[in-house]
């Protein structure tokens, strides 16, 4: 496929993800595809995903946690097979209602129209905060 091919692909699961069409999505993946994100302490849907039944798990999983309040590309770099991306994300995690936003990067391997790898980077320490239970302080109610 040429890299137009390879960039619509991308931009078009995207697209599929900001609508919340989860099975659209998944459409894109290649059946063994390689999902590889940060592991993240206490969060736990962070870590790897093989195939597209665990992506499918894993985006119900974070659908359930977080709210998507933003979620933006800025730039999109291609080079024959392979889509880098960067942008930015904000959500309320559900079990906190705290806010955080983040930069990311993700790099995408596409073959023959189908997501075979991904790999995302983002700031996990925020996150975490995000996602961790306050401990209530002596005299707090």
């Given at each position: ?21 989860l ?32 992506v ?32 930015r ?53």
């Open positions: 496929m040429s890299e137009k091919e390879n960039l619509e692909t991308v931009r078009e699961a995207y697209a599929a993800f900001r609508r919340g069409d099975e659209a999505f998944v459409a894109f993946l290649a059946d063994d595809v390689d999902w590889v994100m940060p592991e993240v302490p206490g969060i736990p849907f962070t870590g790897n995903c093989r195939g597209r039944t665990q499918e798990e894993f985006f119900r999983a974070l659908a359930e946690a977080e709210d998507v309040i933003e979620f933006t590309q800025d730039r999109f770099v291609v080079t024959g097979d392979r889509v880098a991306v960067t942008g994300y904000r959500v309320r995690v559900r079990a906190t209602h705290r806010t955080v936003e983040t930069r990311y990067a993700h790099f995408f391997a596409v073959v023959d129209g189908k997501i075979h790898a991904f790999e995302e980077y983002y700031d996990t320490a925020a996150v975490a905060d995000a996602h961790r239970q306050r401990r209530a302080r002596a005299g707090d109610r």
